[in-house]
């Protein structure tokens, strides 16, 4: 019940509605039927040809949007997810080839350098925020970019597969591709680690002390500096395992098809942006992400069969998310300041 009573009172209903407005709108410019155009996008949901890519595709949004919400649940903003990504994968691609015969025990010790990689760099924002005074929001995103061009740099030189005059790195040994689960051999078990990083986020936050820590430093700092919160520790934390869980799922998205790190190739689907939206919706409370991944999931696999069956093109789903978290925002902000001024 309590649930639900937030769901009804919150911020997150209100701007979905609005976002598929929104959307109701764009469609009625583009001279198409807006219950044609959504019909279709649920189609494109339901299609059992599609289910696989739904699953395979939920599966970053899901790790991104738990990357996001960890330093979030105290307060903090990592906007950095694109270059943790990245990093994350081209490291398990470089650690993987330089133990090509050493299996799926030499990729997961692949991953576990890409998310280490990724940790330490999202952890450089704390420094930068103390002894440099640059708010971490914005440490994040700025380290975002080098870590994107140095990806790239890497797959089109260093690591390149020499002869494909493709930026990418060697396709990875049979031996390290993450096995397919048996229901689809299109959707392997890194669907099953993106479950279990949600599962392991969602017992932290609601049964542990530094779960308590981080929602009392996210609902009032000064009260959880007061009652003796380690607050730099704290935020070293959370931003290290943020960037761990992204870097991680950069190293899962590298170990299934096409079995390589492409440059470019994980920033392209937005996924980064993607969790972002479901974190901020969900304001980081696990129940939330979990509903708010599989909603943006199936917009985005619904955005295929609009295009095909009514010719819309797929980027009115990235309409309706950039919606989302416009309107979202601004009912934030609408109750924030009715509340200073009931004062």
Known sequence: ???????????????????????????????????????????????????????????????????????????????????????GGITAAAVASAVPDAGLPGFALAALAGAAAAAVWAALSVPLARWGRVPIIISTLLLGFPAVSFASYLARYPLTDKGTGIPQTP?????????????????????????????????VDARTGTGLELRTLGANLRFGQYVGIDVERRTLGALAVSGAIAGLTGALIVAGPPYRFID???????????????????????????????????????????????????????IIQAAVVITFVLIVAVRARRKV???
């Open 171 to 203: 396709r990875l040994p049979d031996a390290m591709h993450l096995p397919s689960l048996p229901a689809s051999a299109y959707v392997n078990v890194g669907l099953v680690v993106a479950i279990v990083l949600f599962a392991a986020y969602w017992v």
């Open 264 to 318: 470019g190739a994980l920033v392209a689907p937005g996924y980064t942006f993607t969790g972002v939206t479901v974190a901020l919706i969900a304001s980081a409370r696990p129940a939330g992400l979990l509903a708010g991944a599989l909603l943006f999931t199936a917009l985005q696999v619904g955005g295929t069969g609009m295009e095909r069956d009514v010719g819309i093109p797929r980027q009115l789903t990235a």
């Open 341 to 343: 001024v009931a004062r």
């Open 1 to 87: 019940m309590a649930i639900l009573r937030r769901v009804l009172t919150g911020a997150a209903l209100p701007a979905l509605v609005a976002s598929f407005l929104v959307g109701a709108l764009v469609l009625l410019s583009a001279g198409t039927n807006p219950l044609t155009g959504y019909q279709a996008l649920v189609r494109g949901v339901l299609l059992d040809t599609n289910l696989p890519y739904l699953a395979a595709a939920f599966a970053p949004i899901l790790g991104m949007a738990v990357s996001f919400a960890v330093p979030l649940r105290m307060g903090e903003f990592n906007l950095g997810g694109d270059g943790q990504l990245v990093l």
